[in-house]
């Protein structure tokens, strides 16, 4: 899509699309974006441009900067190791789930296995924050446990990228290069 203000007038109706629809379906407008803007790329074709990307990457970092702002010490404290066990089983049980299935039940490389693992068993920090903050289920105690379960789910999201990096190695597109044709004939 070449004209930019359309494009743009595009995405804020969408938007605005999800966010009625979240209203009459009574769900959480982050959650209908995701699926809106799923079908969008999907079905109209829209693509994503450096300026959509850097406000979804500037948005996500902002929510994650005020979900991490909600999370009271003393609450944290309090509930450190249902926190801790939360989150770690919260990554781990996907994690292993998915690894296990993509390299056993479909018969996926270790390498392939281990990124649909590491890909499927990590939270959404802004997501679930922004679903909070509609509910107001962002003030409670629980609220704040699960927002730290979170964070600590995360963590070992982050370390796994990190150690298995290595194995990942980008396929190479054999349709990339057009087949020579042949002259003279």
């Known amino acids: 899509m070449g004209n930019v203000w359309l494009a743009s007038a ?42 959509v990307n850097f406000l979804a990457g500037f948005g996500a970092i902002l929510l994650t900067f005020l979900a991490g702002t909600e999370i009271d ?3 944290i404290r309090k509930h450190f190791w249902p926190s801790m066990g939360i989150g770690i089983v919260g990554f781990l049980a996907p994690y292993l789930g998915v690894l296990l299935y993509a ?20 939270t959404s920090v802004a997501v679930v924050y922004a679903a909070m903050v509609e509910t107001g289920f962002n003030k409670t105690e629980i609220g704040k ?4 379960a979170c964070f600590v789910n995360d963590l070992p999201t982050l370390i796994a990228q990190r150690w298995f990096q290595p194995a990942f190695k980008p396929m190479k597109d054999d349709r990339a290069a057009p087949a020579p044709v042949a002259e003279g004939r």
């Open 10 to 51: 595009l995405w804020l109706g969408l938007a605005l699309a999800a966010s009625v629809i979240s209203i009459r379906v009574a769900m959480s407008v982050a959650l209908v974006e995701i699926m809106v803007g799923a079908i969008a790329g999907n079905v109209i074709g829209l693509t994503i441009t450096e300026w």
């Open 73 to 75: 010490n003393r609450v």
């Open 103 to 122: 390299r056993y039940g479909i018969g996926w490389s270790w390498p392939q296995a281990q990124i649909a693992g590491i890909s499927l068993s990590t």
């Open 145 to 148: 446990v699960i927002l730290a």
